[in-house]
């Protein structure tokens, strides 16, 4: 959990009889009843009284049965539904300051003085326009005899706390906006299942994607499918992309594609400023090329569906992050909003976001591209030239000599070490179509360290990695061999082969494998080459890196399987599901998942606990049952502890439960490998590779590849990709259990327990959390 950094002691109760709402506004989006959730169970937690206010502004105009009052149970089995609960709506009234004069009374009557806003920025404004009138709003209804002196006194406050809900991802100031990449796997879903039949009939597909004055989901679904050619209206095409597209498009049915996919933002605009359509585009491609051109307006699906395991956790950080904010609010504090940079929920300033989002909009009126692109972020900024990169429609004429051939281009390989990953190959058609757009060779070694050393190895082409970014698995084959005593034959293929540069694409035994051969090059000079790892593997295990290749997917892939769980559970009362979870020793799937999932409790290796954990867990659930509550959730990690497995936590539940609730296991084994890999995936891995060959190609040229520096992992380090020699990571490392000795998401268990704490509980003794330093620790909550 993400807390700013605070001395102070925040005991459970401790803002006991505060009054807090929260409201969504305007367009919805999937992860807004995530939230709604955290903010209910935050505030009861920490002893306010909390309310939901429906309808929005409307509905804090209208107030009445609007504004209720919520408990525990009120957001019980919502975190996995799209939309919010609570509803929304456009208001009119509240632009009015009549409308807002009735809404001030509506709050003070009920001693609400602290809001919690989910909107977009035309709902954030509109709070602290709110908040900036608080004081004459009061003194009016104090004037007309609507309020008393005493209420006008103590409620003369109002604080807000803002959290962006929008699909477009069109805020300054946060990383993503809650229900971005859930509608990303809305577009992602629907692109696979046009390509298949797409390809049967040589089609060329137009999405339609949204995005009226954002390019973000048309960029980074154009990048996590491989389309051809992407229209948004921050990087209008130049006057003569006609030409260029149907030139593109020509190239590639003549290398033998089948299928071309483009995708067009609502908001796509030429550099005119005039709007590029989906029939547009379509009549170029019939009018000049003659092919068959289907368009597919996606609309209102994108906004659709369950929100993925990213948006539910999204939810609940910023959700807390806001409580917290608003329960240290002075007189003085202004108003904050909740953003996400790189890892960590922080607090911001909201009309200063506000302002950067809105000068977005004044670079496209002024029609400064370059502007528009930089105010929207290094993330955007970073998709559109890697984008670009693999969309170049030949190699640059300076890459060859007169005969046709590489004049200064490297000899680099990929491989993989390890289990598969969704991610991998997403990360090996980068690598390789970036090789050979610079004017490289690049070789492919197939079946990991055992390929090496038996030679098999193979040259690879522009069009051999066409369509691997939407498949799961690793198309190159992957061995968790490691290169032990068989070292002189991998040395000996390097140097058949004149290898210069080595990408490894895979989990901890691919960290293993870049330390093995860096430490063998006193033995070895063949392994005097830069070396590079990209990691890859659900268990996010690997140190150096926040996050690894495929770690997503199986999380998403968890999330889902937890949902149809529930759902199977709906016709039967009081039912306890124990879930087990691969990721070795490291306990990121159960966390994360537990999160996602709205799990009661989730054990991991980090967290030592005993059987008095287990049985007060136990006691813990049958309080929730006898409360009203019909179905709990355990997931245990597959290595959690030796002796306290599975079907011992199985067994105690189904034993202490009698007469309370049944009890039923899954394990779910190798399907959290399988799957789509999601955007995240297919996104980071493309860029991940690109930036390897830059590094790579950059180590080449400064000559023998001999200190520390040139053999390196590159991981996301909070808000940036960073590249840690292999030889610093080992301190970081604990070899025994496979996991790195620090882990940023331990720092989330706090935040899984007080959401899934039922208030019967909340009389415990002892119970309070230290918030300092931007995390919380407890000694009873865990």
């Known amino acids: ?119 977009g920025d035309g709902s954030l404004t509109g709070a602290n326009l709110f908040r900036q009138e608080w004081s004459s709003l009061l003194d009016e209804l104090l004037a007309n005899n609507k309020i008393t002196k005493d209420q006008r006194e103590k409620y003369k406050y109002l604080h807000i706390a803002g959290m962006v809900g929008s699909i477009d991802n069109d805020f300054c100031g946060t990383d993503m906006t809650i229900g971005t990449d859930s509608a990303l796997h809305r577009i992602i879903e629907a692109i696979d299942a046009i390509v298949s039949t797409a390809y049967s009939h040589q089609r060329t597909f137009i999405m339609e994607v949204m995005g ?104 609940c950080r910023m959700g807390a992050e806001a409580v917290m904010a608003l329960m240290e609010a002075t007189p003085e504090t202004e108003s904050c909003v909740v953003t996400l940079d790189g890892n960590q929920a922080v607090r911001l300033p909201l009309m200063e976001c506000v302002r950067r989002t809105k000068a977005v909009s004044q670079a496209m009126a002024d029609k400064n591209w370059d502007l528009a692109v930089q105010l929207r972020g290094r993330s955007f900024a970073r998709n559109l030239e890697t984008y670009k990169m693999l969309t170049r429609l030949k190699p640059p004429k300076e890459a060859f000599d007169e005969s046709g051939k590489p004049s200064e281009g490297y000899t680099l390989a990929v491989m993989h070490v390890g289990a598969p990953a969704c991610g991998m190959n997403a990360a090996v058609r980068s690598f390789v179509r970036n090789c050979i757009y610079r004017g490289d060779t690049v070789l492919g070694i197939h079946d990991g360290i055992e390929g090496f050393i038996s030679g098999n190895i193979v040259k690879m082409d522009w069009s051999d990695v066409t369509g691997w970014v939407a498949q799961g698995g690793a198309f190159l084959g992957t061995k968790r061999t490691l290169p032990g005593d068989k070292k002189g034959e991998i040395a000996a293929r390097i140097k058949q ?30 392994f005097c080459i830069p070396l590079v790892v990209i990691p890859s593997t659900i268990s996010n295990n690997v140190p150096g890196t926040d996050f690894s290749l495929g770690a997503d997917t199986a999380l998403n892939e968890i999330t889902e399987i937890c949902d149809r769980i529930r759902q199977s559970a709906q016709g039967t009362k009081r039912r306890v599901f124990v879930i087990e979870t691969m990721g070795g020793y490291c306990g990121y799937l159960a966390t994360l998942a537990g999160l996602a999932g709205g799990a009661d409790a989730a054990y991991i290796y980090e967290e030592k606990f005993s059987i008095k954990d287990l049985q007060q867990d136990v006691y813990h659930m049958a309080s929730k049952m006898t409360g009203g509550i019909q179905r709990g959730l355990i997931l245990r990690n597959e290595k959690a502890n030796d002796n306290y497995n599975t079907e011992f936590i199985y067994r105690l539940y189904s034993e202490e439960g009698k007469g309370l609730f049944t009890a039923r296991m899954n394990v779910l084994g190798h399907m959290q490998q399988g799957g789509s890999p999601t955007p995240f995936d297919r996104n980071m891995g493309t860029k991940m590779a690109a930036k390897c060959l830059h590094w790579l190609v950059e180590n080449i040229q400064k000559g023998p590849a001999n200190t520390p520096d040139s053999a390196c992992l590159l991981g996301v380090v909070k808000r940036q990709y960073k590249f840690t020699p292999l030889e610093d990571l080992k301190a970081q490392t604990n070899f025994a259990q496979r996991i790195p000795k620090q882990q940023w998401w331990m720092k989330l268990r706090p935040l899984l327990r007080i959401l899934a704490k039922h208030d019967s509980t909340y009389e415990e003794e002892g119970m309070y959390m230290t918030v300092e330093q931007g995390e919380i620790d407890s000694e009873n909550v865990i």
Not at 10 to 19: D, L, Y
Not at 497 to 519: D, M, P, R, S, W
Request: aromatic letters at 8%; one cysteine or more; glycine letters at 12%.
């Open 1 to 119: 959990m993400d807390i700013a950094s605070t001395q102070k002691f925040i005991e459970r109760g401790a803002h006991k009889g505060k009054g807090l709402a929260v409201f969504t506004s305007g367009g919805d989006s999937q992860g807004m009843n995530a939230a709604v959730r955290s903010v209910v169970r935050m505030g009861i937690y920490l002893g306010c009284k909390v309310y939901f206010i429906r309808e929005g502004y409307q509905g804090m105009v209208d107030g009445g049965d609007n504004i209720e009052e919520a408990n525990w149970s009120s957001v019980s089995s919502i975190i996995h539904k799209g939309g919010t609960i609570i509803g929304s709506a456009r208001c009119m009234d509240f632009i009015k300051r009549e409308g807002r004069l009735k809404a001030a009374f509506n709050l003070v009557t009920r001693g609400i003085t602290n809001l919690v806003v989910i909107g």
């Open 212 to 315: 009226r004055h954002c390019g973000y989901l048309a960029l980074v679904a154009a990048l996590a499918c491989e389309a051809d050619q992407v229209f948004i209206p921050e990087d209008p095409v130049p006057n003569n992309w006609v030409e260029k597209l149907c030139k593109r498009l020509q190239q590639e049915r003549k290398s033998g594609q089948r299928l071309n996919i483009i995708i067009v933002a609502e908001g796509a605009i030429d550099r005119e400023g005039k709007p590029i359509t989906a029939e547009l585009v379509k009549k170029v491609v019939v009018d000049n090329l003659q092919q068959d051109t289907r368009i597919t307006v996606l609309g209102h699906v994108q906004r659709g569906g369950s929100p993925s395991a990213f948006d539910r956790i999204l939810g």
């Open 497 to 526: 082969f004149n290898i210069q540069g080595l990408l490894i694409i895979g989990g901890f035994e691919a960290y293993q494998a870049g330390v093995e051969l860096y430490e063998s090059r006193s033995q070895f000079p063949e």
